[in-house]
């Protein structure tokens, strides 16, 4: 018996058998190193539920038609028979039907083999071209008045054309970003506050909201003539007091007509001086709306 030990011919290339275990001085073997995999894998082909595999299966069965690699693919007859022309460098207004028609048949037995319905349009082509090579056939015959008749290929390359314009204009527009064209960025803007802001109050709001309060004092009038020391600073308390534990006063409000004129433009100067020291806020929620007063130091609602 010779010293070396040949591996079974069965195994693979790829696995390596690790030698016996040691045996030490005892007599006991040694723990196997639990780090080292039974099998070192070197060229394992694929993992199939994490473990590798070294070799295909020979009983794995794969279905004829499970992978189709289309190389060309088509929008229409007119898609393939311009393709069939431009491929060959041939002269689209001198088209050789015979070596066309071939090639076009061809293609069309073999989508005929996997989807019918996608055929029908192609055979409509296919019998077109059929005829105009017939027709090339035979001897042209002029007319009677002596006119040689028209190219049985004229219509054919006019709609070839036609449709190669439409599918050029159709990669340009397709090389357009889409943004901008076919959608836009949707943008919103939030504005956060901690306090509402109201509308600032006009000159011309507040002088007729005053000639509104004058006309309605001077349907009050009293023929008594009495000298009266009225006092801003007292009128300016009075507005005060007014507005406290209120939210808002309407402007009108504020004023007493039956005191008569004189009360009345003073308390007007009291809101003034109120508004300069910004003491009070004056607010108007619109054009032509009530004009509403708040103390400023209010935390609105």
Not at 74 to 100: C, H, S, T
Not at 115 to 132: P, S
Not at 177 to 204: K, N, T
């Given at each position: 018996?010779?010293?070396?030990?040949?591996?079974?011919?069965?195994?693979?290339?790829?696995?390596?058998?690790?030698?016996?275990?040691?045996?030490?001085?005892?007599?006991?073997?040694?723990?196997?190193?639990?780090?080292?995999?039974?099998?070192?894998?070197?060229?394992?082909?694929?993992?199939?539920?994490?473990?590798?595999?070294?070799?295909?299966?020979?009983?794995?069965?794969?279905?004829?038609?499970?992978?189709?690699?289309?190389?060309?693919?088509?929008?229409?007859?007119?898609?393939?028979?311009?393709?069939?022309?431009?491929?060959?460098?041939?002269?689209?207004?001198?088209?050789?039907?015979?070596?066309?028609?071939?090639?076009?048949?061809?293609?069309?037995?073999?989508i005929r083999?996997?989807?019918?319905?996608?055929?029908?349009?192609?055979?409509?082509?296919?019998?077109m071209l059929?005829?105009?090579?017939?027709?090339m056939l035979?001897?042209?015959?002029?007319?009677?008045?002596?006119?040689?008749?028209?190219?049985?290929?004229?219509?054919?390359?006019?709609?070839?054309?036609?449709?190669?314009?439409?599918?050029?204009?159709?990669?340009?527009?397709?090389?357009?970003?889409?943004?901008?064209?076919?959608?836009?960025?949707?943008?919103?803007?939030?504005?956060?506050?901690?306090?509402?802001?109201?509308?600032?109050?006009?000159?011309?709001?507040?002088?007729?909201?005053?000639?509104?309060?004058?006309?309605?004092?001077?349907?009050?009038?009293?023929?008594?003539?009495?000298?009266?020391?009225?006092?801003?600073?007292?009128?300016?308390?009075?507005?005060?007091?007014?507005?406290?534990?209120?939210?808002?006063?309407?402007?009108?409000?504020?004023?007493?007509?039956?005191?008569?004129?004189?009360?009345?433009?003073?308390?007007?100067?009291?809101?003034?001086?109120?508004?300069?020291?910004?003491?009070?806020?004056?607010?108007?929620?619109?054009?032509?709306?009530?004009?509403?007063?708040?103390?400023?130091?209010?935390?609105?609602?």
């Amino acid at each position: 018996m010779s010293d070396t030990t040949s591996l079974p011919p069965a195994m693979p290339d790829s696995v390596m058998v690790l030698p016996p275990p040691l045996v030490g001085s005892a007599g006991d073997a040694a723990p196997p190193d639990v780090g080292l995999p039974l099998v070192v894998d070197q060229v394992a082909l694929a993992r199939l539920y994490g473990e590798p595999l070294f070799a295909m299966p020979t009983d794995l069965y794969i279905p004829p038609d499970a992978l189709e690699v289309f190389l060309e693919a088509f929008e229409g007859p007119l898609d393939l028979l311009l393709y069939l022309i431009r491929k060959q460098n041939f002269n689209i207004l001198d088209i050789p039907m015979a070596g066309v028609t071939r090639q076009y048949l061809s293609y069309v037995d073999e989508i005929r083999a996997k989807n019918l319905e996608l055929a029908a349009e192609y055979l409509l082509m296919a019998a077109m071209l059929i005829e105009i090579k017939s027709r090339m056939l035979l001897p042209p015959k002029k007319t009677a008045e002596g006119v040689e008749p028209e190219d049985p290929r004229a219509e054919l390359v006019r709609r070839l054309l036609e449709y190669e314009q439409m599918k050029l204009a159709a990669a340009r527009l397709d090389a357009i970003p889409q943004f901008g064209r076919d959608y836009l960025r949707a943008q919103v803007i939030i504005e956060q506050s901690l306090q509402p802001r109201f509308p600032d109050v006009h000159v011309v709001d507040l002088q007729e909201a005053w000639r509104d309060i004058l006309k309605r004092a001077k349907l009050i009038q009293h023929h008594k003539i009495t000298r009266e020391e009225l006092s801003v600073r007292e009128h300016m308390s009075i507005v005060l007091k007014k507005l406290q534990g209120r939210k808002f006063v309407e402007f009108e409000d504020l004023f007493d007509p039956s005191k008569g004129t004189p009360v009345l433009v003073v308390t007007f100067i009291a809101l003034l001086e109120l508004a300069k020291e910004t003491l009070i806020d004056i607010t108007q929620a619109e054009v032509y709306a009530p004009i509403y007063v708040r103390l400023a130091f209010t935390q609105a609602a």
